[in-house]
């Protein structure tokens, strides 16, 4: 049962009293109360004369009434207000309160919580618990914990669903990110069951409340929905948005098999196909329906399913949605190997996802932006992210195990095979429990089975070769088979090596695959010189390195110059073009906005990158077309992309 609200105590009775309330989780909260500060004291117990600081508390609080007063900027009142002490006036809150509306609509979160927490000290004489909920939702992106206590007690002073409903999810979501996932997954079942037995039950509140557990679920091993029937709990009805959240999750549950690609696929075309909502929850459901998307290798339809996702939102402050869409841009990006683009959209979902405090997208976003920058040649760059990674909050989490596989990817190019091959065969141990062993969605084998073969161990390599083709022919998709089929023809080599390297280019081809397509064709021409083709595997090994340029693969076309010396050959350097041929994926696309008009900073919130990354673009682009103004750029432009 609720305790109810207790009034607000007298002066009298405020220096020693507390408010204590018990919590829906079960925990006691205590919220202090305004109280004057006692005097400190120094060594022979005599008061420290304090006057001058309070004379300047009450300079600033003087100046924060007349302000209020002549209706002054709210910035202002609030600034002399938190140098003010409490004096237990109702309209101190009230300006506060007004100041972190205004702070959270300019994004500015740290001043949202200071004003609140400084309101908190007063406190109001009544609507205590609104003020609790609203600096709880303030809280919690970068302070879980403090939000945890200050959501908690609000929840238990609320007793209206419309209310309750507004605090729950937060209140899951931040316990979730405090490690507290069990507590969360109760909290959402007891408000679930509670509204079913309402007079008015809410069927929406109580999908979206079972939505959230479920997903809560997928980041624990132990209690991970497996049921190849769809997640337990969630029941859709006629809804077609609830339909469309199952799907997601169940695309991202089937990738781990044994469904095949064509299955997931159709699981995650289903989920994506419409608007996003303007929910969070269902917004994060949708994430793992644009991954799976991913992993099935339809890179060019989910790149289609992410533009119309973004005009759709580009307005939109929702964090949720803009970290959909820079998470699925980095992977489709990097996938189809324009490196500079999936950079940037990396750099922009590590921002986002560090934004929350705890979030388990952290260590997938970290994977993404090493793997790019390991490819661009810009290892030194790689090495300091590390450290944002804690294997403490997150190693628990199945997004840490792309972390594991980036960190070996790392390893192997610095020539650390037995550490790298350690990592690898982690990653392979971790994928099996999360039944995610999938090598579209990490090819730890492959990887390992390179560390094999660098460390003399040809069996092992060949073993484990083979084992990712099977699984990769079950899967069914182009991508993940062409790398499958090269790394088992680098290991057996010859007559079938080529073979398998001649599928695998056409293939990575066909998946629009080209980063991997220029190492296959890297490998296809190695194998064409040792076989005795010298002209034919000069020109293939030579397509490989124009091809990684083409990609920004710094890496790769360092590896495709020195078997082209090996080979006999010099290699042409590279070539600066210019025209619009020459523009970067990016850099045209930034040039196609600037021309229909868009400022700088409209086109950064579209591509959601920096203002200082589309100056750089455009600066770039301007040089390869040789103009210097951006009513030159339309003529320059396809017709169908200018207008």
Known sequence: ?????????HAAAQSGSAFERTSPLGAVEWLAPARPRAHPRGAEGEAINTSSTRNASGAHYRTARLLHDQDGPLEEVAGHLLAAEPDGRDWVAGALRAAARLAAARGDSERTVAYLRRALREPPSSGLEILLA????????AHPAAAVRHLSASLNALTTAPARLEVVPVLADALERGQRGCQAAELLDREARSLTASDRPCDDAVFGLHLQRVLIELEDLDKRPWTGGGPAGLSTGDDRLRQRAAAAVQSALAAGGPADA????????????????QDDVITRAMALAALALIWCDQLAE???????????TQWCDAAAAQTLISMGRTEVAYRSGSLPAALDAGRRWLDLASASRGNPMIPLALAGVLRVLLETGRREEAEPLLVLAEQERYGDVWQWTHLLEARARMRLADGDFADALEDLLECGRRQTAWRQDNPAILPWRSLAALAHRALGRSDQAARL??????QAEA???PRTLGISLRTVAVTVRGREGLKQLETSVGLLEEAGARLEQARSLVEYGTLRFEAGHVRLGRETARRGLDLARQCGAVGLADLARERLHAFGARPRRAQHTVGATALTERERRVAVLAAR???????????????????NHLTSGFRKLGITRRRELAPLLDDDESS
Do not use: C, K
């Open 1 to 9: 049962m609720n305790s109810p609200r207790p009034r607000r105590p």
């Open 597 to 615: 008009g868009l400022t700088n900073r409209e086109i950064a919130d579209t591509l959601f990158i920096t203002q200082r990354t589309v100056e």
């Open 475 to 477: 899967w069914g998709a």
């Open 465 to 470: 070769a083979h084992q990712e083709l099977e």
């Open 302 to 312: 989910t790149a289609g399913i992410l533009d119309r996702l973004s005009e759709q």
């Open 134 to 141: 609203e600096l709880g939702r303030a809280e919690a992106p």
């Open 262 to 277: 064509a299955t997931v696929a159709s699981y995650a075309r289903d989920a994506l196909d419409g608007p996003l909502p």
